[in-house]
């Protein structure tokens, strides 16, 4: 008997299920799809517990005529295409008929839907890809598909989900980037009966983006219209003042399809060049238009890879479409500008009209009265010498008038009494040891530290101690960084609390990984809470952190656990700890104090077996006597 045989229908449509529908997110999205298709101008996606019990999506489109419901469940069943050569022009988001077959066969599912021409609709449920009913009923124009139990009769894929909170937020994402897609049509979007957002569909993406993401980065875009032949790039991207530390909030589209492309994002980082810091990326929402057959969207199953016909020309019109925009953005906001615009508009307007803008003639005027330049003599400032290092330097005698300025040893040789001879001794050690805590608190160790003299500190980066007939030179910057990380790791990051909380908009998918590993962001010094839909509140941050740092920090983080499908857990926690632990370091080109220096050489001794930083990088190089006299010719 041969080993070949055809597979049972049933086992069929379960394995091609897998490719389209990989969690609940991925039922959402191909049901969106089939509303925008369907030319709805309302959508409304309401899900329960992260979408694995309970989903439905109701649009207002064109419906599907009775005899074509049953029709629709079948595998590669759609209206979209007829051909083969429908395939090189295509102008729908679906169009392989995979999503009610994928969707019906891993789950309990349900469809009501009447089109125009029909007085009364239609409803149909399929279980586990079996039609379990089908009759007439009563319902408005447009489509309702609810999906229930998703993956009942595949317990294997549920052990592959995430939290209900973290597949929620994986839909939460669909669902933004399908209402920014379309900004024509009002998106309503609701999670466990609390409205998330609403957009208003009148066709104004600033709008969309407001509803979506609030007002504060909605303010912070600027309009990108252009078109140059069959290319069109229209949308927002955000100004100078507003980036990201990775590239979470640029979202492309192509003819409306929601497309993950490398060019596409090589363009906008191309549009922005000399304008944004090292390490910050743009926030965009882009739609780039061009005809259906210059665009191969048949590509992957998700549909969400793309390739152009001409990759050159796209990516010209996206650098210059943006680089436009950034520019004339740049012009308006520039406060010479703006008082140039306010001149010529004093000096144009009538008469009557300027009588009511008082504030602005006395603007201009005192914006432009001339000065007369004043010249005053200026003493020759010397330049320092460049010095090599920066030697230890002995403290200089000086006399003393008062208790309190006389060193420890000059007091015990005057005859004062003993009780003034404890407080001024009390108070000495007292401050060396409150100086000591602040610079690096010191840990009882039992390695056993070598003797060493500081010599000093060079480039203001390494230190020189002189050791055993060694030279030892330490790089302050690797050497307080690990150390940083063995605390951090070992004991959790010290906090310390902010003056002003830092409000912070996280994407769906930022909030879901902040959710789910929000103790470990507290073990790092992060103190955060909910604020909003979209948003947290960080009221404290890792000790040694600056203040403008804290939300790029934050971010960043969160980035790293962005690619944890790619990597475990463990590896993007390790690298937040070594990426807080590098940040809250000392810096190179930092001058330090004697007591800095030699606490900092004590707490890298104690790392017993570690001569590194977590990079790589050593903390110490030693060069014998020998070898510098070797090098010397001192020996031969």
């Not at 597979?7 to 969106?32: C, F, H, N, Q, T």
């Not at 694995?52 to 079948?74: C, H, M, P």
């Not at 922005?272 to 390490?279: A, F, H, R, S």
């Not at 016909?309 to 500008?337: F, G, H, W």
Request: glycine share 6%; charged share 30%.
């Amino acid at each position: 008997m041969g080993k070949i045989s055809v597979l049972d229908k049933a086992v069929a449509e379960k394995i091609a299920a897998g490719e389209v529908v990989e969690r609940p997110s991925s039922v959402v999205k191909e049901l969106i799809e089939n509303s925008f298709d369907a030319l709805a101008t309302s959508v409304t996606v309401e899900i329960e517990k992260g979408g694995t019990s309970y989903i439905r999506v109701t649009d207002n489109g064109s419906g599907i005529a009775s005899e074509d419901v049953a029709t629709a469940f079948l595998r590669h069943a759609t209206s979209k295409i007829k051909d083969e050569s429908d395939l090189e022009n295509i102008a729908t988001l679906g169009f392989r008929g995979e999503a009610l077959c994928s969707v019906s066969a891993v789950s309990r599912t349900e469809m009501i839907t009447r089109t125009q021409n029909e007085e009364v609709g239609t409803y149909m449920a399929v279980e586990g890809g079996e039609a379990k009913d089908y009759h007439a009923a009563g319902c408005p124009l447009g489509t309702t598909i609810t999906v229930r139990n998703l993956f009942f009769n595949t317990p294997a894929r549920m052990k592959f989900l995430k939290k209900d909170a973290t597949e929620a937020a994986y839909i939460t994402d669909i669902c933004q980037r399908a209402a920014l897609s379309h900004p024509e049509v009002s998106f309503r979007y609701i999670r466990d009966g609390r409205d998330i957002f609403f957009t208003p569909g009148d066709n104004q993406i600033k709008n969309t983006v407001r509803a979506v993401f609030g007002k504060d980065i909605s303010n912070a875009m600027v309009e990108v219209d252009s078109k140059e032949g069959v290319y069109a790039v229209r949308g927002l991207t955000g100004s100078n003042n507003l980036s990201r530390p990775n590239r979470n909030m640029q979202y492309f589209f192509v003819n409306g399809r929601l497309v993950k492309s490398a060019l596409l994002s090589m363009a906008l980082t191309e549009a922005y060049k000399n304008e944004l810091m090292v390490g910050k990326f743009p926030v965009c929402v882009l739609d780039i238009s061009l005809p259906c057959d210059m665009v191969d969207v048949n590509v992957h199953p998700a549909k969400t890879e793309v390739k152009f016909v001409s990759e050159e020309e796209v990516y010209r019109n996206v650098v210059m479409a943006v680089r436009d925009a950034i520019t004339k953005n740049a012009k308006n906001t520039n406060p010479l500008r703006q008082a140039q615009n306010a001149f010529k508009m004093a000096v144009d307007t009538p008469k009557v009209v300027q009588e009511t803008l008082k504030g602005t003639k006395s603007f201009v005027k005192s914006t432009f009265t001339p000065v007369k330049p004043s010249v005053t003599e200026v003493a020759p400032v010397k330049k320092e010498e460049k010095k090599l290092f920066a030697p230890v330097k002995k403290e200089e005698k000086k006399l003393v008038s008062t208790p309190e300025e006389l060193p420890v040893k000059a007091i015990e040789t005057l005859k004062v009494s003993e009780s003034e001879v404890l407080i001024v001794k009390e108070a000495v050690v007292k401050e060396e040891k409150v100086v000591e805590e602040k610079v690096l608190p010191k840990e009882e160790t039992v390695v056993e530290i070598p003797d060493f003299e500081i010599i000093g500190q060079i480039f203001g980066t390494y230190i020189i101690l002189e050791s055993d007939n060694e030279m030892i030179l330490i790089d302050q910057h690797a050497a307080h960084e690990r150390i940083n990380y063995e605390k951090i790791k070992n004991q959790g990051a010290m906090k310390q609390t902010v003056l002003l909380p830092v409000n912070i908009t996280l994407t769906a998918r930022e909030m879901a990984v902040w959710e789910e590993n929000r103790e470990f962001f507290d073990r790092m010094g992060f103190e955060t809470e909910v604020f909003g839909n979209d948003s947290i509140i960080v009221r404290a941050l890792p000790s040694d952190i600056d203040y403008e740092d804290g939300e790029a920090l934050l971010l960043e983080i969160i980035g790293s656990f962005m690619g944890q499908d790619k990597g475990s857990v463990s590896e993007a926690r390790d690298k937040a700890i070594y990426t807080v632990a590098c940040k809250a370091a000392i810096k190179a080109n930092h001058t330090l104090s004697v007591k800095e220096m030699d606490a900092l050489v004590r707490e890298s001794f104690a790392l017993e077996g570690i001569s590194t930083c977590p990079h790589g990088r050593p903390i110490r190089v030693n060069m014998t006597k020998y070898h510098i006299e070797k090098m010397f010719k001192r020996i031969v």
